[in-house]
């Protein structure tokens, strides 16, 4: 099982900038891609960015020109580059290692069937 711990999350003013981390531990099949997601209080955790090997980034269309996700050579640690945040940007991020995750280019609004999800990190963009 994929163990994952997310930091970097932190309380900014709406323009600025955060870098998000995330640490991976234990055996990742090649068959798995990674991702972020958030989940703002009242609302339904949603895919923000996920990295795939065969198809590089994407990111869902909110967030574009303003986020960006890269991986370590290992493979093992994922970042979420966040630049330009806004008030709705305000959220929990958590990453995640999954085979669901690959493909995720047409897979931005559908129900995220992933069951165990790290600690996550805070986000709070305030005007």
């Known amino acids: 099982q994929v163990h994952v711990a997310e930091s970097g999350g932190a309380s900014v003013q709406a323009g600025g900038s955060l870098r998000l981390s995330c640490v991976a531990s234990g055996y990742i099949p090649s068959t798995y891609c990674m991702g972020w997601f958030r989940k703002a209080p009242g609302k339904e955790r949603e895919a923000v960015a996920a990295?795939?090997?065969?198809?590089?980034?994407s990111y869902r269309d909110s967030v574009k020109g303003r986020f960006s996700i890269s991986q370590d050579s290992g493979g093992k640690t994922l970042y979420l580059q966040m630049n330009s945040l806004k008030l709705e940007d305000t959220a929990t991020y958590y990453c995640a290692a999954d085979s669901w995750i690959c493909g995720m280019q047409s897979k931005y609004n559908d129900y995220i069937p992933i069951a165990s999800w790290g600690q996550g990190t805070q986000v709070t963009v305030s005007s």
């Open positions: 990295i795939d090997r065969d198809r590089g980034p």
